[in-house]
């Protein structure tokens, strides 16, 4: 599998926001990447509330 192609500065943002190492952003499936991004844009809708 290759590694997603999204910068370095974008990659590290998204392995901040799921608390995860950031060769684990880079190397996990798409589908399952864009469901965490999801939901950790619920919890922040949430939070601005």
């Known amino acids: 599998m290759r590694p ?4 370095l500065e974008t990659a590290q943002k998204l392995a901040k926001a ?3 190492p950031l060769e684990q952003v880079m ?5 399952i990447l ?3 991004l ?3 844009e ?3 809708k949430k939070e601005e509330r």
């Open 4 to 7: 997603h192609q999204i910068s």
């Open 27 to 31: 190397h996990m499936p798409q589908h």
């Open 38 to 40: 999801m939901e950790v």
């Open 42 to 44: 619920k919890a922040n």
């Open 18 to 20: 799921l608390g995860i």
């Open 34 to 36: 864009i469901q965490k």
